[in-house]
């Protein structure tokens, strides 16, 4: 970075930040927002897949189940050891916040997030059975692999390189789901996989943000941002939709 060029500019012109020493205050602000997201969300989502691993129809699946929440947590900690480089107290955070908290099955409350942490609404509703769960991690696990192709390239280098990192774990995490969906199938569970498909379609569509943010261009200057969310929104919808289609199943 040019001695006369301030943070911001740099920032503006495509630069990358790689401590936490001078960080802007807004910078900092919003960069800490990101990585909360991403960890309430993971440990979210994984407590509550840990509820439903016993569940499964048989060993392999009952393997990948707990596989996935052990590394969904293992995500969320590579992403908080930043965090607590910023000054986040790492030891209390994973057990202050009630991560199996879920509202009622019918709740509609669109993209608020919990009153307790930062994780995205989906993971406020509660998983209802095997098929539910996987159908949920099907669709969620796309969404993610979208919005970690965007936080890929967000201009802390350091987590930038830890999201890129994490990408095929959970890009791995949907392949898994789609193979159990149609493993379950093939079982004759079509009907109650098309109700969930129907179910967790807009819940997961809401956790791309309002189409209209208004915030989008102020983090694209300081490179948190490439993509608008309804960008990204169409991208899922157009994979997502892809693959219920190749399995027979319709779009929520």
Do not use: C
């Amino acid at each position: 970075m040019a001695e006369d060029m301030s943070i911001e500019s740099y920032l503006a012109a495509g630069g990358v930040l790689t401590n936490p020493t001078n960080v802007p205050p807004r910078y900092r602000a919003e960069l800490m927002k990101l990585m909360a997201t991403f960890v309430d969300s993971e440990l979210a989502g994984a407590a509550g897949f840990a509820d439903i691993i016993n569940q499964g129809p048989g060993i392999k699946e009952r393997i990948a189940a707990a596989k996935i929440v052990l590394e969904k947590t293992d995500n969320a900690d590579k992403v908080l050891r930043i965090m607590g480089e910023f000054g986040a107290n790492t030891e209390r955070y994973a057990t202050h916040h009630p991560w199996t908290a879920r509202l009622d099955r019918d709740a509609d409350i669109g993209q608020s997030r919990s009153e307790h942490d930062m994780r995205l609404a989906v993971f406020n509703y509660p998983l209802n059975g095997w098929a539910d769960a996987v159908m949920m991690n099907l669709l969620m696990g796309r969404a993610v692999a979208v919005q970690l192709a965007e936080f890929s390239m967000v201009s802390y280098q350091p987590l930038a390189e830890v999201f890129r990192a994490v990408a095929p774990i959970e890009a791995r995490h949907a392949e898994l789901a789609e193979e159990g969906v149609i493993k379950l199938l093939e079982a004759g569970e079509a009907e109650a996989l098309q109700a969930s498909a129907n179910y967790w379609w807009p819940r997961v569509a809401a956790s791309f943000g309002s189409s209209a943010s208004e915030k989008f261009e102020g983090l694209q200057a300081i490179g948190l941002r490439k993509t608008s969310n309804a960008e990204l929104k169409t991208r899922w919808e157009a994979e997502a939709g892809a693959i219920l289609k190749k399995i027979g199943l319709t779009v929520g």
